[in-house]
T-cell receptor
Framework: DAKTTQPPSMDCAEGRAANLPCNHS???????VYWYRQIHSQGPQYIIH???NNETNEMASLIITEDRKSSTLILPHATLRDTAVYYC??????????????FGKGTLLTVNP | GAVVSQHPSWVICKSGTSVKIECRSL??????MFWYRQFPKQSLMLMAT?????????EQGVEKDKFLINHASLTLSTLTVTSAHPEDSSFYIC????????????FGSGTRLTVV
């Protein structure tokens, strides 16, 4: 499995953009970058995923570098409810139903009022 | 996205007793489900892969006789912690995976198990 590296924690002011980095220097050509988040004492929640193009949805934007060795998750206007642990995960898109999702330590994002 | 229901959300039991946790896929037939365990301030650790109609596949170091997994139907997988001990106290989370979608993993809300 390709591994990811994330800072253990980050702070962000409410209303400002939160930019969460992730390094995945050993990513393979068929592996996608997925982002999940886990609010305290809840199950993880899907945020966004991408292969090589930048992606945007109602929750966030994903910027992937041209060499695909790193990416940044952007929450454009962070709110207090965005305080959570954010996990960056790489996995093959067509891994079949038995492909395991391996979680690293993630980044604890704290949004401050 | 898919909807996964996990029950109970929390449970307290005495040492030596068994506890069953249910994970239900409410809107699609899940042939595969996953069970994770999460200790305080740690990440999710995969325990086992539950396959409908067959034996579960356990990760290295997870005792299959202690953590019994049953996936008898396409909408229900259960995890039974047998002869629970205080060190089994943890947050247990299930997930389903939906093939053919881009973000196929949906997680339950988790079960907080406390063994006293």
């Amino acid at each position: 499995d390709a591994k990811t590296t994330q800072p253990p924690s980050m702070d962000c002011a409410e209303g400002r953009a939160a930019n969460l980095p992730c390094n995945h220097s050993t990513i393979s050509g068929n592996e996608y970058v997925y982002w999940y988040r886990q609010i305290h004492s809840q199950g993880p929640q899907y945020i966004i995923h991408g292969l090589k193009n930048n992606e945007t949805n109602e929750m966030a934007s994903l910027i992937i570098t041209e060499d695909r060795k790193s990416s940044t998750l952007i929450l454009p206007h962070a709110t207090l409810r965005d305080t959570a642990v954010y996990y960056c995960i790489v996995r093959p898109h067509s891994g079949g139903s038995n492909y395991k999702l391996t979680f690293g330590k993630g980044t604890l994002l704290t949004v401050n009022p | 996205g898919a909807v996964v229901s996990q029950h109970p959300s929390w449970v307290i039991c005495k040492s030596g007793t068994s506890v069953k946790i249910e994970c239900r896929s409410l809107d699609f037939q899940a042939t595969t489900m996953f069970w994770y365990r999460q200790f305080p301030k740690q990440s999710l650790m995969l325990m086992a892969t539950s396959n409908e109609g067959s034996k579960a596949t356990y990760e290295q170091g997870v005792e299959k006789d202690k953590f019994l997994i049953n996936h008898a139907s396409l909408t229900l997988s259960t995890l039974t912690v047998t002869s629970a001990h205080p060190e089994d106290s943890s947050f247990y989370i299930c997930s389903t995976v939906r093939t053919g979608t881009n973000y196929g993993y949906t997680f339950g809300s988790g079960t907080r198990l406390t063994v006293v």
